[in-house]
């Protein structure tokens, strides 16, 4: 007796004990769901050692979180009448009153930097003593503030469209935690909606903090849409093929413990839940019904062929079960390569996606069996699928194809990769925190919105170390940051930039009693009197200590990005980094270029380039399956062949539609191939039972393989295509990327195993008929007689 005929006779009598292990599992991992939580923070693509995280962890260090800044807007000029004039600004103030918020900034908290030649310092005044009374008081404020405050100019309103802002900065210490998304839902959501009913002004909200938790939510209701779709999608097909109620609830019923466990999985791990992570359910369904149908259908067959229901349960684990098995763990090596990445995020992916994709081909292998073993042996009601004309036309044309019209395959083949190598060309690479968002959302349009109107929301910062102490308000240093933001003021990606300057400049308005001509940069002989002001004052304290820190060594300088790709970052960083080499003197300054949006971005060009180590160590991996499963090299490469086909064709139409790599489209390739792997090893499988068969007649056995595996070949890629097609509903670019380009690819991949492989095999059948050639077999050949137990 072979291990697989001990397997399935363990399963067969021991089924009570087995389904209530599985039982137990179940329940314990149904447990773990409640550890479940969800992500509060970015995605960080980078290793935790690499230099642009050092970088960033180091300007955290000195100023601390920099995404703590929720910003809302109105452009609408009934503002500017009293009574919603005064509404905005007690809407501002009654947020700052509660704990999660640190202060707030609007029209109301204006404080204008005055001169007292008295006692020789700066002093400051309220804006306006008392609240407006009339719509003329609101004008008069409207005009002394876009008139003589350039300070708070693209800061608290755009002069040119007359659109006022309030910023909320919240306490960096709740940024990143769930006190944050509850603040929003909870406060910040429910003032606005009561703000706007009351006015009837449409408030516009962003921020990164507000963006990230409107986005994590929408990925939570995604989460049941997929698992909803998915079992509708593959059920109902699955349904079509084998018309059988029975056989579909059991599959379900297989795929719904193998959700279960999945997050179970995702909670016993203490793993959060991503963008990706949020796949891993109704990917384990899209997975685990081509197990199904692969065991169901040999189930099937047995029984039509001699109607022993005994011997065909048996057969279905003893049979199938190591090509399964094998179908399994090259599944589980695409997504495992992703484990040997530097990057938290793909390598928590890739560990739960293997375990579970390992797990749902136990739950098969044990829980279709025990089933039909208390059950009826199929009616001929349910055996009829398997003589389907339509099906049986369309393995036909596949078999004629291969046997008469192998030459057009092979110029087929060299024409798709020589139009594919053309389109690979064309790919171009982009990376963006917002660029994967619903675009259809409310908080993405307004985020498109502040991008028009104050030039983005994404923060990029450079950090200015003097290497002295007080290093900062040299009036040297403060010309040199001065060229460096006629710099950054010049790019249009860009908006304005906010730093120390324009306290300094302010300074210099204040000190010529706030003519606005004079907010510029004071001279060398200006200097000393208003820094003898500046000395003798504390109006400045509070605003310099988010622009300098306490030593006065390191200055920040802060503007923020519109949603622009890898390419032209790429290009402005450079310009950046010029201008500084040439404006700050290396021995005497330390400059660099960090924040948030500029991580992720290096985060994606860090993924594209371990995107061939990932591919190729996924192809080593199966190539070393095959290996161990054939004995024959020269089978690895016809195996591989089919497969690194499709890869190439999706990359090409990637390059010809426009569609980037980017940190969602990377994946498709280990994720395809790992799985299209799977329709390669159960045709071989079955071609090696069939050699042996037929007596190493290659013909013979690649025929009649075909007309075997065909059918299983072909409802197993309709499912999967079909399956990760509910991806493509998804209102996130990059998982309706991900949903289409792999199902694309599994289709290309289906055409390939069921005509270019067989073709290989006959075109090459010298080599591959003999015992020599093809070693003692790994997996295990049956004889029809031996199993009747």
């Known amino acids: 007796m072979n291990f697989w005929q001990f397997v399935a006779r363990f399963i067969l009598k021991q089924r009570i004990f087995i389904l209530l292990v599985l039982a137990v599992i179940t329940v314990f991992l149904s447990t773990k769901i409640e550890n479940i939580r969800f992500s509060h923070t970015e995605a960080n693509l980078l290793p935790q050692d690499h230099p642009e995280n050092i970088k960033y962890d180091h300007f955290l260090e000195i100023f601390g979180e920099e995404g703590n800044l929720l910003i809302i807007a109105i452009k609408d000029s009934t503002l500017f009448t009293v009574e919603n004039f005064n509404k905005w600004n007690h809407l501002t103030k009654d947020l700052e009153a509660f704990d999660q918020v640190d202060f707030t900034v609007s029209i109301g908290d204006i404080k204008e930097l005055k001169k007292d030649k008295k006692n020789q310092k700066f002093i400051v005044e309220p804006l306006y003593d008392k609240e407006p009374g009339s719509n003329e008081d609101v004008k008069k404020i409207k005009q002394e503030l876009f008139d003589n405050l350039p300070f708070f100019d693209n800061f608290l309103f755009n002069k040119k469209s007359g659109t006022i802002r309030s910023a909320i900065y919240l306490d960096k210490d709740i940024v990143n935690t769930k006190i944050r998304e509850r603040f929003v839902f909870d406060v910040l959501n429910p003032a606005i909606e009561k703000f706007e009913k009351d006015t009837g002004l449409d408030v516009r909200i962003s921020g990164m903090p507000y963006v990230r938790t409107m986005n994590a939510q929408n990925i939570i209701d ?108 090259t599944t589980a090596s695409g997504f495992a390569t992703f484990m040997f990445t530097n990057s938290q995020l793909l390598k928590e992916f890739g560990t739960i996606a293997s375990i579970n994709i390992m797990a749902i081909f136990v739950l098969s292998i044990l829980i279709i069996p025990i089933i039909y073993s208390f059950m009826r042996k199929p009616k001929d009601k349910h055996l009829e699928h398997l003589e389907r004309k339509w099906m049986d036309t369309i393995v036909t044309w596949m078999e004629n194809t291969v046997r008469y019209n192998r030459i057009a395959i092979y110029i087929s083949t060299v024409l798709i990769i020589i139009v594919s190598i053309i389109g690979v060309y064309k790919i171009r690479v982009s990376g963006s925190i917002i660029e994967d968002m619903p675009k259809s959302k409310q908080f993405y349009k307004d985020i498109v919105f502040f991008e028009n109107e104050f030039g983005g929301i994404m923060p990029l910062e450079v950090l200015i170390d003097t290497k002295r102490k007080k290093g900062v308000m040299n009036l040297s240093t403060l010309k040199r940051m001065n060229k460096l933001e006629e710099e950054i003021d010049e790019i249009p990606e860009l908006s304005k930039s906010i730093s120390i300057l324009n306290m300094v400049r302010y300074s210099k308005q204040a000190f010529y009693n706030g003519n606005p001509k004079y907010y510029q940069l004071p001279t060398e002989q200006e200097k000393n009197f208003i820094l003898a002001y500046t000395k003798n004052s504390d109006a400045n304290s509070d605003m310099l200590k988010d622009f300098v820190d306490s030593t006065g060594q390191y200055a920040r300088i802060t503007t923020f990005m519109k949603d622009i790709g890898t390419e032209k970052m790429a290009r402005i960083e450079d310009r950046l980094k010029d201008k500084i080499d040439k404006v700050f003197p290396k021995d005497k300054y330390n400059v660099i270029l960090t924040g948030k949006a500029l991580v992720f971005l290096k985060g994606t060009n860090y993924l594209v380039k371990n995107l061939a180590i990932s591919l190729s160590l996924a192809i080593l991996l199966i190539s070393l399956f095959m290996a161990w499963m054939f004995r024959s090299y020269k089978m690895i490469i016809i195996s591989l062949i089919p497969n690194i086909l499709p890869l ?56 009649a393989a075909l007309r075997e595996t065909g059918v299983s070949m072909f409802y197993t890629s309709i499912v999967l295509f079909f399956g990760f097609l509910v991806f493509t509903v998804s209102s996130f670019g990059g998982t309706k990327a991900l949903g289409g380009l792999v199902s694309v690819t599994l289709l290309f991949a289906m055409v390939s195993n069921l005509l270019l492989l067989p073709s290989l095999l006959l075109s090459l059948e010298s080599k591959f008929a003999n015992k020599r050639t093809i070693k003692e077999p790994t997996i295990t050949i049956l004889p029809e007689e031996d199993d009747e137990n």
């Open 222 to 329: 995604e989460i049941g849409l997929f698992v909803g779709l998915a079992l509708l999608i593959t059920s109902l097909i699955f349904w079509l093929f084998f018309r059988s109620y029975r056989a579909t609830f059991i599959t379900m019923l297989v795929v719904s413990i193998g959700v279960i466990w999945s997050v179970g999985f995702i909670g016993w791990f203490d793993y959060e839940i991503s963008v990706l992570m949020a796949l891993i359910p109704p990917l384990i369904i899209v997975i685990g019904v081509p197990n199904a149908i692969f065991l169901i259908n040999k189930y099937q067959r047995e029984v039509k062929e001699h109607g022993n229901q005994a011997k065909s349960l048996q057969r279905i684990i003893s049979k199938v079960g190591n090509a399964t098995l094998m179908t399994n763990i």
């Open 648 to 703: 190439l064709i999706t990359a090409g139409l990637m390059g010809y539609l426009g569609v980037p790599i980017k940190p969602s489209t990377i994946l498709v390739f280990s994720i395809a191939f790992g799985i299209s792997v799977d329709d390669t090893i159960h045709f071989l499988a079955k071609y090696r039972q069939e050699l042996i068969h037929h007596k190493w007649n290659v013909r013979k056995s690649v025929y």
